[in-house]
C-alpha cells in the first residue's frame, strides 16, 4: 500500500541545526561494540541515487552475516553537492513484504523542523518523491499572519 506514518519535531523537542548529518554520524560512521549487526560499511553502488550502507561482518555465533540478523537494518543517505545530509533512511532487512523503513529529513532553514517518515521497503524507490510530497504538506500549514 501507499500508506505512510508522519511524525513532526518542532519547538523544544527540534533536535537543531544539522541533525541529519549528527544522525549519519552516529549511526553508519562510529563503531558499534555491543550492537555488532549496527556497524556498517558503505558499499560501492548507489541505490536510487542514495549510499547504501550494510552490517558488515560475520555473526561467530551462527557463522550469517550480520546483515540476516533479525533487527539488522540497511541505511541509506543522500547528500547534497556541499555533503550535507539531506535524507536519512534505514530499512529492515526482515524478508516480508511489510518490513519498514524510517525516514529522516529537515525542513531547515525554511522552517526548524524535523520530519520523520515511516513506510513500507517495497516504497524506498519513492523516497524522493515522498519526501517532497510530504515537505509540501507540512509547507502549506506554515502560518502567513505575522506573530
Known amino acids: 500500500?501507499?500508506?505512510l506514518s508522519v511524525g513532526i519535531n518542532a519547538g523544544e523537542i527540534y533536535p537543531g541545526?544539522?541533525?541529519l548529518d549528527r544522525l549519519a554520524q552516529a549511526r553508519v560512521d562510529e563503531p558499534n561494540d555491543i550492537l555488532k549487526f549496527a556497524n556498517y560499511e558503505l558499499l560501492p553502488n548507489k541505490e536510487y541515487d542514495l549510499?547504501?550502507?550494510v552490517a558488515k561482518?560475520?555473526?561467530p555465533k551462527t557463522n550469517q552475516p550480520y546483515r540476516e540478523h533479525d533487527s539488522a537494518e540497511d541505511v541509506f543517505v543522500y547528500r547534497d553537492q556541499s555533503g550535507k545530509?539531506?535524507?536519512f533512511i534505514s530499512c529492515s532487512n526482515r524478508?516480508?513484504?511489510s518490513a519498514p523503513c524510517k525516514q529522516w529529513i529537515s525542513l531547515e532553514p525554511a522552517m526548524k523542523v524535523s520530519v520523520h517518515i515511516h513506510y513500507r521497503r517495497g516504497l524506498l524507490p519513492e523516497w524522493?518523491?515522498?519526501q517532497e510530497s510530504v515537505t509540501q504538506l507540512i509547507y502549506n500549514f506554515k502560518s502567513t499572519t505575522p506573530q
Open 57 to 59: 561482518g560475520i555473526d
Open 17 to 19: 541545526n544539522g541533525s
Open 51 to 53: 549510499n547504501v550502507y
Open 1 to 3: 500500500t501507499m500508506w
Open 128 to 130: 524522493q518523491k515522498i
Open 95 to 97: 524478508p516480508i513484504r
Open 85 to 87: 545530509v539531506t535524507a
